[in-house]
């Protein structure tokens, strides 16, 4: 039996409306809800990481050109920065971002089978040039050109970075450039005239994106419950493992730089801010006249955000620490607690319950 | 998923997997049976049920299953995982047990649908080749524990359904064209370039006889499931990949030389949501039934005009399957099966936590 897959199956694709939808949301009230989440979260998401990629690709290009110890730690400290944007937007899982190849572009992660290692591995023992060329290495595997790639090529042996002329040094100048270009796409597809907000915020009508209001809000809400899931079987079912001795630390997201729970914070915090904005999640469960779902909602987040600021050490080290375990489930129960609420609950009271049967492609 | 993993652990050790409660009752009318996937709690199963909703027989399954292959030969049936899945499951109908599990092998992944040689000797199914991204079709011996023969060459990307034709000797193949890989979750990654196509394959060589194109222009219609009447003719479900703000008419068929998309009214496209989930004839032949779980409603046509009949409104509906009587239907969707024709609808069974999958099998 492989077990390799199960659990990644994510609830996607088009949300459906449920009949018995409350009366009370009128259609303005899915039009608010969806560009003000719009406005107010993804387009200000996007545009920081365009700006932290480009930092981040500017800090790299000087440090190469003349290693100090104190451009190394600017360096490093960019691209936490990055990191941290991309971590922003990692839970908008609906647009552009998700077009062939999909988000794997950005972050190819995880890595089951180790395919992007393998690819890494020769690249580094090769140096092989034609990865330094921005252009040629967008046309290779996406998984020597993301920010996986960057973290390995800078943390691994963090001290080659430094060397003069080093071959790492230009190749994670050559993939921030990449990653800056990316960014910069991603934001533009979004926000140029005629771009996927306008088709947000002209799905009323019917775009090429949306059927109608209903769907691009089912957009926002869907996306809230896969990121949950992500955040659940990817980034701490997997690592944690059934059992102590099946845990496996490098199976954590970004362990290498120590930023796993760092990643799920700031992944929350988007998850959050799509709840509590004006004109929200939240708001628009009150419009639905469910203020106890509105509560749970609100309970449940602020227990989730508390635990998450209890772990002080990285999770690669915790999964497998018998006495971190508990507290560890507790967290992914909290996690499913609130998915469950989310996916069922609050879909139905604010009418946009998700289709079982409706997925993309079979 | 996190409780499904260890909740399969252990239902595998159960021993039948007939259901204690409730008391078995065979229906009045004749004693068909369906079966269909569903998702109950955190789990996922394979359910054999009558046409009074009584559950016959609960197949506990890994993950997401999707198609189901029958054969009246040997009593054998499989459940396949959903894409991209690598399990099959070969359950014998007379003892109510998990006969077999199978695996696809390295570097392939099944696809989701699988069909029997009409001696029940050989098992087609769906594949994905993951280095080259092209469609397999592999040719498995049942008396052998199912054993990879061979493979053949689809024809295209993204084989979904496939079945067998009256001739006993020809597959029908539903070349999807989009080109997934699970390393990149589900991600579509040809949506611009994509060529779906029906190929008709000797089973025996894996010679393709022919391969049918809709217009360049409709390239965008994905091929994907599909239901063969008796006298040959093919009833195809597609789904658009295009534009939201086009609607497409989903209905293609196929009499013996050309592939033709069915012309549906502005209303029934629009409702349909680019989106056709399954597709049937009834007992007859003479009706296809077609499912849009998007728009939460079934439609149903003339096998020989191809004329609309009816349709009808069930929530998240996409499984169906031929009823007992000519004419019937029967649909799963939520929690719920019904019978329908093109005039009525009536609920046949309702199922405790239950969500039903795609698809939906009638069982002698």
Redesign the interface.
Known sequence: ???R??????I?A?L?V??ATADVLKQNDYVQFANALTDTIVIPAYERFAIETAVLNETLVSFCANPTPEGAKTSFDRFHDTMDAWARVQPLLFGPI?E???P?RIQ?WP???G?GQRHLRRVLASQDASVLNTESLATKSIALGDLQALEYVMFDEPEVLSLPASFRCAYASAIANLQRSRAASLLQDWSKPGGYRTQVINAAE??????DEREAASAYLNSIISALEII??QKL?RPLG?TLESARSTRAESWRSARSFRNIQLNFETITALLSAPSGLNDLTRKAQKPDTAAALARLTDKIKENLSRFEQPLSALVSDANARPELEAL?TSF?DLQSLVQDRVARDVGLVP????T??? | ??A???LFLSTLAAATLTPSLPTVTLARNGGSKWMACR?TGNTFRATLFNSNGAILMDVPL???G?GIATSSVHGQLVIFA??????AIIVDLASHSIAQ?I?ASAGRHFY?HGCFSQDGKFLYTTENDLESGAGVIGVRDVENDYALITSHASGGIGP?ELALMPDGETLAIAN?G?L?N??????????DTMAPSLVLMNRLNGHIASMHKLAPELHQL?V?HMSVAPTGAIALAL?YEG???RHMSLLATFDDEELTLIDAPETLTRAM?N?A?SIAHDPSGQIIGMTS??G?LVSFWDASSHTLLGQQTM????GIAPGNLPGEFILA??SETMNATPLSLGQSGTFADT????HMVSVA
């Not at chain 1, 897959?5 to 994510?10: E, F, K, M, R, S």
């Not at chain 2, 929530?315 to 996409?318: G, P």
Request: proline share 7%.
């Open positions: 039996m492989n077990w897959w199960i659990g990644t199956t994510l996607c088009t459906q449920s009949p998700m062939a190849p999909g794997a190819f890595d089951k089978r395919t019917g775009t090429d994106a949306f059927f659940r079987l079912d059934l992914l499913r289709g079982f049967n409706a993309d492609g079979d | 998923m996190f499904s993993r260890r998702k890994p993950a997401r999707h959903r894409r991209p899945g690598n399990f599990e695996t989701g979904h999807g989009i997934t699970p390393e990149l979750e589900r991600a579509k990654l040809n949506l994905s994907r789904q534009p939201k703000s949501r989106y989930g779980p998007r939460n929530r998240d509906v996409c969707g939520g969500q039903w999958d795609n």
